[in-house]
Structures are given as structure tokens and as C-alpha cells.
């Protein structure tokens, strides 16, 4: 399998697997090569384990081609794309339809509308599921997270002690019960950074049916 192997100052070998799949291997400066091989194959169940897991929870969103008729998530539902020339740009959400009215009909120009609007949606959407998740998580000691929203290929969300929470913009296409889903996930990682059993401990106290919002978010945006 493909890793990065990283040499430092260190006295142990360590292997990590990071959300985007990729497996990097630290090892201490000098270290036998056939020594790390073999540690690597001891540990290879392990690491196709969490590539598996990581997987996933990766979006899987198909590819879309921004033309009349077709179909985009909101929330999790199917609304399909109306559009019209206009002199001016604008995104409409009624009555099962996107409509659109474009200077340009080009499917470039309609994606790039149609992930505007997204945005615009998901800073005040996703603003008020974190504050109504966060009522869940204020009492126990920990500093609110900043929040913040981008695209991303390999996950819906993550955690980082110094940036806060960062939800994939994808998810403002899925219902909101996997919204809170990921929320509720990555805020369980204030308390244990791992996905140790922990972790699954405290995310199954706050939220029972973690693994039904899991499978549904899996599904919805396949």
C-alpha cells in the first residue's frame, strides 16, 4: 500500500492514517528500512481498517452537469433546474424547482450560481444547527469551537484544537438530521481526539441513532 515515510528525532515507529486515506509512517532518523517494512506489515490490517472507515465517510456526491431538468439536493430533497435567460443572475427556490435565471446558460455559469446560492444557505443553516447542538455540549466544560464552512473531497467535517469545527459545504444538501449528525461527531471530539470506544461512548450518549443518520447521510448524497 502507498505511504509517506517520514524520518525525525524520534525513538519509536508510529504509523498514522489521516482522513483523506493517506497513511503516513514515522520513524526515528536512521532506522533500518527492513525494520520499518515489517512494522508496517504487522500493522497492515490495522491500516486498511481505517482507510475503510475514512472511506466511508466520504462524500460521494456523483457529478453533475447543470442543464435543464436535472436534479439537486437541498436538505434532502430533489428539487430540478428551471432555467431562463435574464439580464441578471438569480437563484429561486418554489414549488420543486431551482429556478434559475442566467446571462449565461452555460453549465459553468449555472454551477457557479448554484454553489453561491449553497453558500448563502449554509452560513445561516449550519450556523443555527451548531448553536442548537452546542446547547448539548456547553454545560460540560469546554470552550465553544469556531465554526466554519468549506469544500471538501474527503469529509463531511472535522475538528482541529486551533481552527474549530469546519462542516463540507456538500452537506447543506443532505437532511438535517445527518447535518446535526456530523455536528454532534466532531464535537464529541473536544473531548477525545480519536475514534477510540471513548469517542463512540460519549457520541451514543448525546445522539442513540448515530448510526442511522451515518447510513442515511452515506446514502443520501450517494
Known amino acids: 500500500m502507498p505511504f509517506h515515510l517520514s524520518y525525525s528525532k524520534r525513538k519509536t515507529l ?16 536512521g532506522e533500518d528500512e527492513t525494520l520499518i517494512e515489517d512494522f508496517i506489515y504487522k500493522r497492515a490490517s490495522w491500516i486498511r481498517r481505517q482507510i ?34 435574464s439580464d441578471t443572475d438569480e437563484v429561486l427556490l418554489k414549488r420543486g424547482f431551482f429556478h434559475i435565471q442566467a446571462v449565461d446558460d452555460k453549465p459553468e455559469h449555472i454551477e457557479m450560481l448554484l454553489e453561491a446560492w449553497y453558500w448563502s444557505k449554509a452560513e445561516d443553516y449550519f450556523a443555527q444547527v451548531f448553536a442548537e447542538c452546542w446547547q448539548l455540549f456547553q454545560e460540560k466544560g469546554v470552550e465553544k469551537p ?12 472535522s475538528f482541529s484544537v486551533k481552527r474549530g469545527i469546519t462542516l463540507n ?13 456530523v455536528v454532534i461527531h466532531e464535537l464529541c471530539h473536544l473531548f477525545h481526539l480519536n475514534h477510540g470506544p471513548d469517542f463512540y461512548n460519549l457520541l451514543e450518549q448525546f445522539l442513540p441513532d448515530w448510526r442511522k443518520r451515518k447510513h442515511r447521510l452515506e446514502t443520501a448524497l450517494s
Do not use: N
Open 52 to 85: 475503510r472507515y475514512f472511506a466511508e465517510f466520504a462524500p460521494r456526491t456523483p457529478k453533475r452537469q447543470f442543464v435543464g431538468g436535472e436534479s439537486h439536493l437541498y436538505l434532502g430533497k430533489q428539487y430540478r433546474l428551471q432555467i431562463s435567460p
Open 146 to 157: 469556531a465554526l466554519k464552512i468549506r469544500k471538501m473531497k474527503t469529509l463531511w467535517g
Open 14 to 29: 508510529e504509523i498514522a492514517v489521516y482522513p483523506d486515506c493517506s497513511v503516513v509512517v514515522k520513524a526515528p532518523l
Open 169 to 181: 459545504l456538500e452537506l447543506i444538501k443532505a437532511p438535517r438530521e445527518c447535518i446535526e449528525y
